[in-house]
């Protein structure tokens, strides 16, 4: 399907709100025509600005089909059993191919990659801008790139995804997810390489949701901290350190700071639709063990709200706190924080260097309220608390299930009913077979 520039502009302005639940066509089979002839800087822009807001579009359903099979929390809604049917394998159930809860974040994210290779094409034929500029342009785009390609990955798993999707009508192969992480990480190298030469100020600007990320300087520590997670994923603890000290992490700072989505309310834009009004009847509902297991005095407690009309009960399912972890339409999304950074920077240095494991988990537990850490420091011990600190700090933020995965703990997570089932990947889409 070929698009005019025209109808690219006015997608952007027209962003998908709801959370209509069709299947969708290949991801990777549509381009933008028009960009790619010797593109302004206010062409230029308008593909920035796309990027932003593509980023946002059908990602609410990443993290709630992840935070879902996590047993983080449950979608109770009367419009669709497979929120908990299907995706918490309930009986005989299993994953669809062509269910939205899988195709849509997927095809979100490719949709994204698909803009940011128009971008990156875009500035290699255009005249109007200089070396300097092309490379904060590319810095930008393959970073971005980077980041969406690790969260279809961290769906499919071990189906593998799709890295060179540059050609739509001739895609690359399917790669393994240890070969794919690599190539994410090659890319993020890339994409430092460009911001390195692309001087003191983009040529573009970014929305306020970027702000202290937007120059080539302090995106790259952008880029570091997203090199430090896919290090950590590959089970290489001194390739995340080495990151994380170019990175943006603060331990003495403030654990929300980093790069975020931006949402509005604003006619015509996208509002946060992972905010959903407390003590509905459709609800997102803390599952009970996030509740039970909480230490007390915890302030991130408040990420739970108790109903004040009482627990919720859906399919043989009940909870009594909704889930609060973004507070309005318009609450930023963040990429990553400085909160999960110094997580793992105590993951990466169990084994090494436990007291300074011990530093980092400290600063978590203070900031939180709930003083130093007492207990034993073997290598498990440590290890234990970290999957504490990461489910509390980073709960309905897409990391409990990817986490408990890579840690062979999956059989760890709860199991609300008899015959449900805790899936270790999503089919690979559909339209991918």
Avoid at 330 to 349: G, H, K
Wanted: charged share 25%; glycine share 10%; net charge negative.
């Amino acid at each position: 399907m070929k698009l005019t520039k025209f109808i690219f502009i006015s997608v952007l302005f027209l962003a998908i709100g709801g959370c209509e639940i069709d299947d969708n066509p290949n991801p990777n089979g549509s381009s933008i025509g028009g960009f790619n002839q010797n593109a302004s800087k206010s062409e230029l822009q308008t593909l920035v600005t796309g990027i932003e807001d593509l980023v946002r579009q059908d990602f609410g359903f990443y993290y709630d089909v992840t935070a879902i099979i996590g047993r983080e929390y449950y979608f109770f809604t009367g419009s669709d059993p497979r929120y908990t049917g299907e995706i918490l394998g309930k009986g005989d159930s299993q994953l669809d191919n062509a269910g939205f809860y899988g195709t849509r974040p997927y095809q979100g994210r490719y949709r994204t990659i698909k803009n940011a290779n128009v971008l990156i094409d875009a500035v290699s034929n255009s005249e109007q801008i200089t070396a300097e500029e092309a490379n904060g342009y590319l810095g930008f785009a393959k970073t971005i790139q980077a980041h969406e390609y690790l969260l279809a990955l961290n769906l499919q798993y071990q189906n593998g995804i799709r890295i060179d999707v540059s050609d739509p009508d001739n895609l690359g192969p399917f790669v393994d997810y240890d070969a794919a992480l690599t190539a994410i990480l090659a890319l993020l190298d890339e994409a430092a390489g460009h911001l390195t030469s692309a001087g003191s100020n983009f040529p573009f600007k970014l929305s306020a949701a970027m702000a202290g990320f937007d120059t080539p300087e302090t995106f790259l520590k952008f880029n570091k901290a997203l090199g430090a997670r896919v290090a950590l994923y590959q089970g290489d603890n001194g390739e995340a350190n080495k990151r994380l000290s170019d990175s943006f992490m603060d331990m003495n700072g403030d654990l929300n700071v980093g790069p975020a989505r931006y949402y509005s309310t604003s006619g015509g834009d996208f509002a946060n639709n992972l905010f959903r009004p407390l003590d509905q009847a459709d609800a997102i509902i803390a599952h009970p063990s996030m509740v039970t297991d909480l230490i007390p005095g915890d302030d991130r407690a408040s990420k739970m709200v108790e109903r004040p009309s009482g627990s919720l009960s859906l399919d043989g399912l009940t909870g009594t706190h909704d889930v609060y972890v973004f507070k309005s339409l318009e609450d930023y999304v963040p990429f990553i924080r400085n909160e999960e950074l110094i997580l793992i920077f105590a993951e990466a240095n169990v084994g090494t260097d436990n007291s300074a494991a011990v530093n980092a988990i400290n600063k978590i537990r203070n900031d939180h309220g709930i003083g130093d850490y007492a207990g034993g420091t073997s290598d498990s011990e440590l290890m234990d608390e970290i999957m504490y600190e990461r489910r509390y700090s980073l709960f309905g933020e897409g990391h409990r299930w990817v986490d408990m995965r890579r840690w062979g703990r999956l059989s760890e997570l709860p199991v609300d009913r008899p015959d449900d089932d805790v899936w270790v990947q999503l089919p690979r889409p559909v339209s991918e077979n």
